[in-house]
């Protein structure tokens, strides 16, 4: 019995081709009680691979997190399979703001230890008591309220290319930095503020909204289905549009616009710009941001070391790899010294305690 990929990426999107079917790009999760992710995976992926559904899902004692890509005339099934499940019963499906049939390439559905890492091991933290969720058009009233701190959950290469007006956005790597940075600089506003968060699907600011409240926070919010949810709400309800430029997407879209506001700029040349690329030299892979000339000038590279490598026969450049494991760029996120127009580092709450002071 099958249960795991067998295929190529490049194995794959020939098939996508050859099958000649549109393709729905969607995420979920659900924090729930799940006393055996080991079985409860193995079920999934059976049923999935039968599905043909396509994506990275994280399966843990405390739930599950889907980011994947379905044939469309599949959904239905797909659907039913979710509500005959107790937890998944009509759970909130966020549907990608830009289709693309290639999204996702491979089927991947890993036990991890938790669905988002928080580093968190504090036994009396209850992630279920969360924060009230709310709607786009209750979301944009908020955010106008001068008792409200706006912020951004996700990690600094995501708020770069886009974010909301006025929100404050970590300068972080990961999720867990962030938990007590924000805890720290808004200590003293636990009771007179209207915390307000948001990351891309929900998933993120709904365990952050449990942890402040933990952590004595009175009047905290959530984004309910992050960005993806709100913009589909903005759409419909014909609401004004407070998020600039894209959403960072963690699929081989890498994005999805939302407003035509380019408000990066590329890491090489400084030029606007808000194209993700990763470098071509594989030993690197650095993710970063880079404009279409210099993209052509540097052969899809971050650096004139990697652009050197990357036109070496393929042969050589494996002899080069072989022994030396993986390059800590692919960890960096467009953080790299050679990169000119990397993200300066801030004081995330400045201008907030300045106005406070």
């Not at 990357?310 to 002899?319: D, V």
């Not at 692919?330 to 010294?337: E, L, M, Q, S, W």
């Amino acid at each position: 019995m099958q249960l795991y990929n067998k295929l190529s990426a490049n194995e794959r999107a020939e098939l996508i081709k050859k099958a000649g079917k549109e393709r729905l790009t969607l995420s979920f999760y659900k924090y729930a009680r799940i006393s055996n992710p080991q079985e409860f995976r193995d079920q999934l992926f059976i049923k999935w691979h039968s599905l043909d559904v396509l994506g990275r899902i994280y399966v843990a004692t405390e739930g599950i997190n889907a980011q994947l890509s379905l044939p469309a005339d599949n959904f239905e099934n797909f659907k039913m399979h979710l509500d005959s499940i107790d937890f998944l019963e009509n759970v909130r499906l966020n549907i990608a703001v830009e289709q693309d049939n290639m999204s996702f390439l491979k089927l991947k559905v890993k036990v991890r230890d938790k669905i988002v890492a928080d580093g968190l091991n504090d036994e009396t933290f209850d992630v279920t008591n969360k924060g009230i969720h709310v709607n786009a058009e209750k979301f944009n009233d908020l955010i106008e309220d001068k008792n409200t701190v706006l912020v951004d959950m996700r990690n600094h290469y995501e708020s770069e290319i886009g974010h909301f007006k006025n929100a404050v956005t970590p300068d972080v790597d990961t999720f867990r930095e962030s938990l007590d940075i924000i805890e720290d600089d808004l200590k003293a506003h636990k009771e007179d503020k209207n915390l307000v968060m948001y990351c891309t699907g929900g998933i993120r600011c709904e365990k952050a909204s449990a942890y402040f409240k933990h952590k004595g926070f009175k009047n905290v919010y959530q984004l309910e289905g992050g960005i993806i949810e709100y913009t589909r709400q903005v759409n419909e309800k014909a609401l004004e549009n407070k998020f600039i430029g894209k959403n960072f997407v963690f699929d081989e879209r890498r994005a999805e616009r939302i407003s035509d506001d380019v408000i990066a700029q590329c890491h090489q040349c400084g030029e606007p710009c808000d194209t993700h690329v990763n470098c071509a030299n594989d030993a690197c892979h650095l993710l970063f941001i880079q404009c279409e000339s210099c993209k052509t000038e540097m052969n899809n590279c971050c650096s004139s070391t990697c652009k050197d490598i990357h036109a070496l026969p393929y042969e050589e450049q494996k002899a080069l790899r072989k022994g030396q494991g993986n390059s800590n760029d692919i960890f960096k996120k467009g953080r790299a010294d050679y990169l000119p127009y990397k993200k300066d580092l801030r004081n995330i709450f400045e201008n907030l305690n300045q106005t406070q002071d």
